[in-house]
Nanobody, 122 residues
Framework: QVQLIESGGGLVQTGGSLRLSCAAS????????MGWFRQAPGKEREFVAG????????VYADSVKGRFTISRDNAKNTVYLQMNSLKPEDTAVYYC???????????????WGQGTQVTVSS
């Protein structure tokens, strides 16, 4: 079992930046691939970014490429999502996820955090 706690959400203006963090409870965090997903009101949850267990491989949704960066610090059991050049359409609840995935970092994931709200004002 892996417990995940997100933080760092908030309200930001268009063009601004936020950094989300996701802290994991498990000592074997370094064996888990990690992902970030988001869900906007009235829409399905969508993949944002994923990272391999080592941090050496990442994948992004087309909508965030060049603006968002996923990274991890296995010594701190934490994964990050740096979000730059934010747009109103990035407004959503952002979730981190974990699982033992060894190839496709977009999922599927079985362990989820509770989510953190990101609101981008125009």
């Amino acid at each position: 079992q892996v417990q995940l706690i997100e933080s760092g959400g908030g309200l930001v203006q268009t063009g601004g930046s936020l950094r989300l963090s996701c802290a994991a409870s498990r000592r074997t965090f370094s064996r888990y691939a990690m992902g970030w997903f988001r869900q906007a009101p009235g829409k399905e949850r969508e993949f944002v970014a994923g990272i391999s267990w080592s941090g050496g491989s990442t994948v992004y949704a087309d909508s965030v490429k060049g603006r968002f960066t996923i990274s991890r610090d296995n010594a701190k059991n934490t994964v990050y999502l740096q979000m730059n050049s934010l747009k109103p359409e990035d407004t959503a609840v952002y979730y981190c996820a974990a699982d033992r995935i060894y190839s496709d970092w977009s999922g599927p994931y079985n362990y989820w955090g509770q989510g953190t709200q990101v609101t981008v004002s125009s």
